[in-house]
């Protein structure tokens, strides 16, 4: 069975621009303190790639549970949940129970077992389970949820118990108190929220840049796959970037932190016909394009397949 980062067959390289439409929040402080976070010795505010990949999550979750799957992937995205405890695929308990059951019955066969075998699991587990054994009805549980998990598209982009991301995002540095990006400190007031009014003696200030200045975001993105589920919904992600923005940053309830696409290139390496050796050089030697070329070319509609 070929998993879904092995053989790796395309690499993209994804730069994405963003203006800063709104102050960001770049740390929080109690009274008569400031606490700055995200900030290295030299002045820099970095912003890691943990920010990106939890907003760029959070938007394709939003996505994924508006949009339309088949078999697995549609399962796989209503049993889907993100909790403390990371991400779970049993949202739907009766669901579940009921794909339990089923999946069972399903064990003895070769793409089922192959999958299983591929992602940890040993003959002798996957038999006690076909059987029902003791040890197999504990098992089982667990085995179904994984298995869900290897066919959902959200997991297959950032990641699950199972898989790896497929995207990778790169952290930013961005230079502050020059003439371009200004720090302000903001006083703010806690508020009751049963009451609507300021509670008393809680004093905070926070620490922002000021709107206006490029951020430039770079992501790397392994086997995305043209006309594929995730690819779909990837594509899907990046349409709603252009239209809508996106947040980053404490306080986005408030309004902080927005960024509007300002623009996006993306270079695609085919490492199984990269006899120029584009991966050393992708910027000059590999496929270049833009947003709407690249949001075509993953939904599977401009006749390049796999």
Same mark, same amino acid.
Request: aromatic letters at 8%; hydrophobic letters at 35%.
């Given at each position: 069975?070929?998993?879904?980062?092995?053989?790796?067959?395309?690499?993209?390289?994804?730069?994405?621009?963003?203006?800063?439409?709104?102050?960001?929040?770049?740390?929080?402080?109690?009274?008569?303190?400031?606490?700055?976070?995200?900030?290295?010795?030299?002045?820099?505010?970095?912003?890691?790639?943990?920010?990106?990949?939890?907003?760029?999550?959070?938007?394709?979750?939003?996505?994924?549970?508006?949009?339309?799957?088949?078999?697995?992937?549609?399962?796989?995205?209503?049993?889907?949940?993100?909790n403390k405890s990371g991400i779970t695929y049993t949202a739907d308990k009766e669901k579940f129970e009921e794909f339990v059951n089923d999946f069972q019955e399903k064990l003895g066969?070769?793409?089922?077992?192959?999958?299983?075998?591929?992602?940890?699991?040993?003959?002798?587990?996957?038999?006690?389970?076909?059987?029902?054994?003791?040890?197999?009805?504990?098992?089982?549980?667990?085995?179904?949820?994984?298995?869900?998990?290897?066919?959902?598209?959200?997991?297959?982009?950032?990641?699950?118990?199972?898989?790896?991301?497929?995207?990778?995002?790169?952290?930013?540095?961005?230079?502050?108190?020059?003439?371009?990006?200004?720090?302000?400190?903001?006083?703010?007031?806690?508020?009751?929220?049963?009451?609507?009014?300021?509670?008393?003696?809680?004093?905070?200030?926070?620490?922002?840049?000021?709107?206006?200045?490029?951020?430039?975001?770079?992501?790397?993105? %392994? !086997?995305?796959?043209?006309?594929?589920? #995730?690819? =779909?919904?990837?594509? &899907?992600?990046?349409?709603?970037?252009? /239209? $809508?923005?996106?947040?980053?940053?404490?306080?986005?309830?408030?309004?902080?932190?927005?960024?509007?696409? %300002? !623009?996006?290139?993306?270079?695609?390496? #085919?490492? =199984?016909?990269?006899? &120029?050796?584009?991966?050393?050089?992708? /910027? $000059?030697?590999?496929?270049?394009?833009?947003?709407?070329?690249?949001?075509?070319?993953?939904?599977?509609?401009?006749?390049?397949?796999?």
């Amino acid at each position: 069975m070929e998993l879904h980062l092995n053989p790796l067959i395309y690499k993209t390289i994804g730069i994405i621009s963003f203006k800063l439409s709104s102050p960001l929040n770049i740390g929080t402080g109690g009274r008569d303190t400031r606490r700055d976070f995200l900030r290295i010795p030299d002045g820099r505010l970095l912003i890691p790639a943990s920010t990106w990949k939890g907003s760029f999550r959070h938007l394709t979750e939003l996505i994924a549970k508006n949009t339309e799957f088949e078999g697995m992937s549609k399962l796989a995205v209503k049993l889907y949940k993100e909790n403390k405890s990371g991400i779970t695929y049993t949202a739907d308990k009766e669901k579940f129970e009921e794909f339990v059951n089923d999946f069972q019955e399903k064990l003895g066969e070769d793409n089922v077992k192959e999958i299983l075998l591929d992602i940890g699991y040993s003959t002798d587990e996957i038999v006690e389970a076909q059987k029902g054994s003791q040890i197999g009805r504990l098992i089982l549980p667990k085995m179904a949820e994984d298995f869900i998990a290897i066919h959902c598209p959200i997991g297959k982009l950032y990641g699950n118990k199972v898989l790896a991301g497929k995207i990778r995002f790169l952290n930013n540095l961005i230079k502050l108190d020059n003439d371009k990006v200004k720090m302000h400190i903001r006083p703010g007031t806690g508020i009751d929220r049963q009451s609507g009014k300021v509670k008393e003696g809680v004093l905070y200030f926070i620490n922002t840049i000021s709107p206006g200045p490029e951020i430039k975001l770079t992501l790397i993105a %392994d !086997n995305l796959m043209s006309g594929e589920d #995730d690819s =779909k919904l990837f594509a &899907n992600t990046l349409e709603a970037l252009r /239209f $809508k923005g996106l947040s980053i940053g404490a306080r986005k309830s408030v309004g902080l932190g927005c960024l509007n696409l %300002d !623009n996006a290139e993306f270079y695609l390496i #085919d490492l =199984k016909h990269d006899e &120029n050796f584009a991966i050393g050089n992708p /910027f $000059k030697k590999c496929r270049k394009m833009d947003l709407e070329e690249f949001i075509e070319w993953l939904r599977g509609r401009n006749g390049v397949k796999n």
